[in-house]
């Protein structure tokens, strides 16, 4: 089993460098199904979520090959069929952008429903409302989605909830289709605009991603580009609340700042201290963090994938902060582990209520999914003594290099490995 042991109460320090956005990645890397050709993308990060789907276009008959190590050549002019098992598909969410990108090169997609971290019920109604629209049947046996089509056609689509997921997997699927397709209510996520971005650069006529309408024409065919990924902000928004925490000094560099702005303003009104540079940040805490109700709801809003990070920082300010999941069902179920480390929160369905403390103490601690694995480091890095943080391939599979990134600003963080003990079971 491998675990990170962490001394906390270091002062951080220093520069940091911020990797490729991982939700633009996962979305870029099966798009270029839609090329039949090379593409050659930079800035890709290198986290295990990557490595999953580059194992499944390898599976199908891509080729797949590393110019450096943030570099990757990706090759799709011949894959075989339109098909990702359960056994590929079961490690990550993103997995079904396959079916929006296998729908819109072969109008045929096969692929087994998809895992990913569990925060409540993830449904994926608007997509399939979305490939039905622009013609395709879609069913579900055997423990795979089917969507098929003779041939797709330019629709108007109207998002019944804002969905990252939904809103991507139309656009790819409806890149190729014949004549126009308008997504309403679409969502405005930086990585949906990178990923337009992307597209409009194999050739595609997409308009209007970051707004709430995007328009599609649909085009015969793509071909293969060069495309630099952009910067992650949740990556830049956990190293600002990190330092924000630990009451550091820390310059992120390869961001971008618009991106940050609603973090930024809550760190503002926390009692951080904020300097915006063109494509770096400075996060600076020297006095008391302020206690700050926060929110979250679909960009441009403040991110629920920054709410663990959020919460555990206001855990430590003065005062008693409410925080409100807009976007998911149930993601507070980390709070019981943050408690373990002296954290005072209850929670009450989609509301925390943050009673802050002085000082976090050391405990063993695990990571219930990726983000809250980002907030537990956090936690565990300005609490009193050392921490003990299990389960850590969640944090691996979305923060690139975090332990030597961490250990440059100066935190004493070590990634062990321990013999698994398996416990008789209680009778
Ligand atoms: C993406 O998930 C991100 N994942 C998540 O980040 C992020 O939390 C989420 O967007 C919201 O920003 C990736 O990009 C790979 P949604 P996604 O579809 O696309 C409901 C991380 O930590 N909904 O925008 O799955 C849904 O239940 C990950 O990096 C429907 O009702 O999220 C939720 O309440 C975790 N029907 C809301 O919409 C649907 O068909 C937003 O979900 C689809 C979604």
Redesign the pocket.
């Known amino acids: 089993m491998e675990k990170y042991i962490v001394c906390g109460g270091n002062r951080l320090q220093g520069e940091v460098e911020i990797s490729g956005a991982?939700?633009a990645a996962?979305a870029i890397i099966p798009a270029t199904i839609l090329a039949q050709d090379r593409c050659v993308i930079e800035n890709v990060p290198n986290i295990s979520d990557v490595t999953i789907l580059f194992n499944i276009l390898k599976n199908i008959g891509a080729k797949v090959k590393y110019l450096s190590r943030n570099t990757v050549e990706i090759d799709t002019s011949y894959i075989a069929e339109p098909i990702v098992p359960y056994e590929s598909s079961r490690h990550l969410?993103?997995s079904y952008y396959f079916l929006g990108a296998f729908l819109g090169r072969f109008s045929e997609a096969h692929v087994s429903p998809p895992g990913?971290?569990n925060f409540g019920?993830?449904?994926?109604?608007?997509?399939i409302k979305g490939f039905e629209a622009l013609g395709a049947q879609v069913s579900t046996d055997y423990g795979f989605i089917h969507a098929q089509a003779e041939e797709l056609f330019g629709s108007h689509i109207y998002l019944d909830?804002?969905?990252?997921?939904?809103t991507v997997n139309i656009m790819l699927a409806a890149v190729k289709a014949k004549g126009l397709t308008v997504l309403e209510n679409a969502?405005k996520?930086p990585?949906i605009v990178d990923l337009a971005n992307f597209l409009n650069s194999m050739g595609a006529d997409i308009r209007g991603a970051g707004t709430d309408v995007i328009k599609i024409h649909g085009v015969d065919m793509l071909r293969g580009t060069t495309y630099s990924i952009i910067p992650d902000q949740?990556e830049a928004g956990t190293y600002m609340t990190i330092a924000a925490a630990a009451g550091g000094d820390v310059l992120i560099k390869n961001v971008i700042p618009k991106h940050l702005e609603s973090i930024t303003d809550k760190l503002i009104q926390a009692g951080v201290e904020i300097t915006e540079f063109d494509d770096s940040i400075r996060v600076c805490r020297t006095g008391p963090l302020k206690k700050v109700n926060v929110k979250t709801l679909?960009h441009p809003g403040f991110?629920?994938?920054m709410q663990p990070q959020m919460t555990t920082l206001l855990s430590i300010a003065q005062g008693t902060s409410i925080v409100t999941e807009g976007?998911?069902?149930n993601r507070f179920k980390y709070v019981d582990e943050l408690r373990r480390l002296g954290a005072q929160i209850q929670v009450d369905g989609k509301v925390a209520v943050v009673e802050g403390v002085p000082q976090l103490t050391a405990a063993p601690v695990k990571a219930t999914d990726?983000?809250a694995g980002a907030a537990m480091l956090q936690a565990a890095l300005c609490a009193n003594g050392t921490s003990e943080i299990e389960d850590i391939a969640y944090i691996e599979r979305?923060y690139e290099d975090i332990v030597q990134k961490l250990s440059s600003l100066g935190a004493e963080i070590k990634k062990v490995v321990t013999p698994d003990v398996t416990l008789p079971q209680a009778q």
């Open positions: 991982k939700n996962v969410r993103a990913g971290c019920v993830r449904p994926i109604d608007q997509h909830v804002v969905s990252v997921g939904a969502a996520e990585h949740i679909p991110p629920t994938d976007v998911w069902d990726l983000r979305g």
